[in-house]
Every structure is written in C-alpha cells, then in structure tokens.
C-alpha cells in the first residue's frame, strides 16, 4: 500500500492515505495517539463481531465506543488513516497473510492496542465516505485467530459459527496448515518520562477494614515519597470495639491527613466517601496492604504529564508474604523488564491515578458492585467509555501484601455462607439468599449485563461451563456432568440478581 507523507512542524513525518484534515492532523501528531481514523461514519464500528468468540466479555476493546468525538477504537479503515511513520515501519505496514485490506488493518489496530500503541477514532479528521466496510473473508477471520489466539480458540470459533458448514470448515483448515502463531509482534517502546511540571496538588484516598497496622506503614510510605502528596483521606470501616482511635496521629505527617469513620458498608462506598473529601488536581488510589516505592507518587504524576492522559495503573508487584518491605520491593522492581506503557485494559483500586475532573464525570464509585467483585474493572471501563485514555504505568511500582485476615473482602466473604450465619450482602436487595447460592457473583454478572451485548454475554455463558466441565481431574467429568442442572441454577439465580442491580441503574451512595 502506498502512502502519502505529511511533516507536521515539529518536522515528524505522518504517513496517510485519504483526504484528512491536516489542521486537525497536526494537533493530533503533539497528543498521545500512534494512528488516526474515522472509520466509524464509514460503516467499521464494531466491525468483525467474531472477535466476541475470544475476547466475550473479557476485553474492554471488545465494542466500540458511542458519543465521543475521540476515542479508542483499533478498527482502521484502511483507505481512510494516518499514522506514525515510524510506527509503521516497526510493524512493517500490513501483514500481508490477509487476504483483504480490511483485515490487514483490523490486525493492526488489535496488534497496537495489545503492544503499546494507541489507535484513535477522531470525528471528521476523515469526511469522506467513499470506502466503506467490506464483511471479513471466512479464510481471513481463521488466519487472525490462529495468528493470535491459542489454536483452542480458532476450534471454538469453528464450534460456534458452524462446525457442519463447508465454508467454514474451508476456512479453518486453510489457516490451520498456512497460518502460524505469531510470536514476534513489535512493541512500542515508551517514552522517556519528563521532568515533573509545577506543583499539581495530589490527594489520596486509602479505604481500610481491620488492617490500622498495614494503614500506618502505608501512610509512612506516603510521607517518605519523593514528591508527596498534599492530603490522605483514610476511609476506616473498623468497627468501633476493635479499633484504636488514637493510632492516627495527623501531626506526624507532611501531608494534611483525613480521618474518616465509615458508618456505610462496602469498599465501593468507602471510595466514594474518601473522593468528596478530595481538593487535589489528581486522585491517587490504593488499598491497605500495599508498600510503596519513593518514587510511587511523582512518576504516577509524571507519566500522565508525559503521555497527556487521564488515569493510570501502576505496577503491583504481589509479595511472596505480608511481612515483606521496601527492601524486597525493591529487588522483585530489579527482575521486571519495562517493555511497554500502552493502554490498559484492566483498572486497579490498589494502584491507580486519575485526574480529579474525570473521577467527577462519573461521580465515584456504583455501590451496586459492594458485596461481590468488579468494581475495578467497571470503574475503568466507565473511564473510557466517557473518553479517558487508561494507561499502564510501570514506572509507579507498589507491593502488595495481601494479608489473609482483615479488609473489605472479609466482609464479603460473608457471601459464601448459607443460613442463619450468613449477613445479607448489599447486592441481594430486598431478597436475601436462602439454600441456593449464586455463582458466578452476581456483581460480576452485573458488570457483564451493564456492559456488553447480547453476543458476547452468551459467549461468556458458553464459555463458563465449558470451562467447569474441563477443569480438574477427567476421571471426575462424570460428576460435574451431573451436577450441570445446579450450576446452571445458580447462574440464573446471579442473573436474577444482576438484572435486579440493571433495574436500579448506577448508584454511587
């Protein structure tokens, strides 16, 4: 494929074909974005659905976005696109084993979304509509799950599209003896982070649950930071006859630090508490039995200075046991290599950084997820969904100690019990669970429900108990086959719940 050059005034060559916007081009080039499109009016929104027979509901990329002017979307038209010169030559332009110039694009997009680049729908940077979508060749749509996917994925797609059609049949064998998994995809490296700029104010917020101890090495952590933070807003939701009011001692530290006695149940209502209380340009989050390298807060800071973006993830580093230190984080940093910053496709309450202005357009936390599991996840979703490019950060490094006793996950292991023993959970309403249990968490199946289509969560569904049926031991295969029917009810009874939470809408007290 032939492209044309542009040299914006920084005197970087773009690389394109079409017709852009070059005012608009120019503006892009000192921003965060790697390619630019507008396939959306040009009929690649959601294109090649197939994509939900792997990714299901597991990928936050997995649909495309509505009602932004710029957003993430790998879905490139590939006669309508602009893109970094040198970006294009580390991946060598389109990879040729595709058959149609649609796929050729597609792969791309999905290889920068997966390796540190970032594809960008803009609206009106292309205005033509003169290409539009093609439907994917059945040959093409085998090659790319074979070339990205286990070969298991590539017999599920055969599996699910029809196992009994020649064409598709057709399709698998052509990829399965021509196509080989691709192992060398280019990564694009990060950028040298810049020096800290100003003094942009940072507030933290720490939710805690029986763990005051782990809470005070957190909060040393914090006054030892290279550039610390100005307030920390502890959220403690210790029930007043075992805790220790008078082991907080605000005066010790160079920050302003908050206390904040949570009478309300949940780690979720516990955030939104901690973020009312917050005056900082940026927002640090973290859990309770985390430790925290020096230099934690600025290269949080920094990073989203030099990349322009609105939130991010740090490193978190598991500990091998909760007495470890700064000593041992130190040493499990050394053994990570940075390869790649990039977009996330996950978010962690444990360590992450946003900017204040965008955790107000969501307000805070849905206090539907209290109780049960996800609230990570569709806090950042929910961010890029409303235009907030996520962002791995590996450079803000925590280390995680995950004791075994204390923490709001006690409070909602309370969901595993049955009977008289068991509190009811915030997620069960006004219908407390009796003799059967729902599983998956209903909070999960919430997340599901909220966010995904009709496709995709019976993929999940499908998916689930095929995964039942194939974990464990063979010879107990007969057993799980026969214990289907209850499972099976008890995932009805999650989406029971789930569909009771949909019903409510997003909740944030």
């Not at 120019?26 to 507008?38: A, T």
């Not at 595993?416 to 003799?435: I, M, N």
Request: aromatic share 14%; hydrophobic share 35%; with cysteine.
């Amino acid at each position: 494929m032939k492209l044309n050059s542009y040299f914006t005034k920084t005197g970087e060559e773009i690389l394109y074909i079409g017709n852009p916007n070059f005012g608009l081009l120019e503006y892009l080039s000192l921003d965060i974005g790697d390619v630019w499109h507008s396939s959306f009016e040009q009929g690649f929104k959601n294109a090649f659905t197939s994509i939900a027979y792997q990714t299901h509901t597991a990928w936050w990329y997995t649909n495309d976005f509505n009602n932004l002017n710029t957003c993430i979307s790998w879905r490139i038209n590939p006669y309508q696109f602009a893109i970094r010169k040198n970006v294009w030559e580390q991946f060598n332009g389109f990879d040729t084993d595709y058959k149609s110039s649609e796929m050729q694009a597609l792969s791309l997009g999905y290889d920068l979304i997966r390796n540190g680049g970032v594809p960008l729908y803009v609206k009106d940077l292309f205005k033509s509509n003169k290409h539009q979508f093609r439907n994917i060749p059945i040959k093409d749509e085998y090659s790319f799950f074979r070339k990205k996917f286990k070969p298991e994925h590539s017999n599920y797609l055969l599996l699910r599209k029809g196992i009994l059609n020649f064409n598709e049949i057709r399709g698998y064998m052509y990829a399965k003896k021509k196509i080989k998994f691709d192992e060398l995809t280019p990564i694009i490296k990060p950028k040298p982070l810049n020096i800290l700029e100003g003094k942009p104010i940072v507030s933290c917020v720490i939710p805690t649950m029986l763990r005051q101890d782990f809470t005070l090495q957190l909060l040393d952590d914090l006054n030892n930071q290279t550039y610390k933070p100005s307030q920390v807003i502890v959220v403690d939701a210790t029930p007043a006859n075992q805790r220790k009011d008078t082991l907080y001692q605000p005066l010790k530290y160079s920050f302003e630090l908050i206390i904040k006695w949570q009478i309300s149940n949940g780690s979720c209502r516990a955030r939104n508490e901690g973020i009312e209380l917050c005056t900082g340009e940026y927002i640090i989050f973290g859990d309770d039995d985390i430790r925290l390298a020096p230099d934690y807060i600025e290269n949080h800071i920094r990073l989203l200075q030099t990349y322009n973006a609105g939130a991010c993830n740090g490193l978190d580093l598991r500990a091998d046991n909760q007495t470890q230190n700064l000593t041992d984080l130190a040493y499990k940093r050394k053994q990570y290599s940075i390869q790649k910053v990039g977009l996330s496709a996950s978010f962690n309450n444990a360590n992450s950084c946003v900017k204040r202005t965008f955790v107000n357009q969501l307000v805070g936390n849905d206090v539907n997820f209290d109780g049960g599991y996800g609230e990570d996840s569709d806090f950042g979703l929910s961010l890029v969904k409303s235009g907030v490019m996520v962002l791995f950060n590996p450079y803000a490094v925590n280390l995680h100690l995950k004791p075994t006793m204390g923490g709001y996950r006690w409070w909602g292991a309370q969901d595993k019990l049955l009977g008289k023993k068991r509190k009811r959970q915030p997620w069960e309403l006004d219908t407390p669970v009796k003799w059967l249990r729902p599983v998956p968490s209903p909070t999960i199946m919430y997340f599901i429900l909220k966010h995904f289509l009709p496709q995709q969560i019976t993929e999940y569904k499908i998916k689930y108990f095929l995964y039942y049926l194939n974990r464990g031991s063979k010879t107990k295969l007969p057993l799980r086959i026969l214990n289907i029917p209850i499972k099976l009810l008890r995932y009805q009874k999650s989406v029971w719940y789930a569909k009771k939470l949909i019903a409510l809408g997003i909740r944030h007290k």
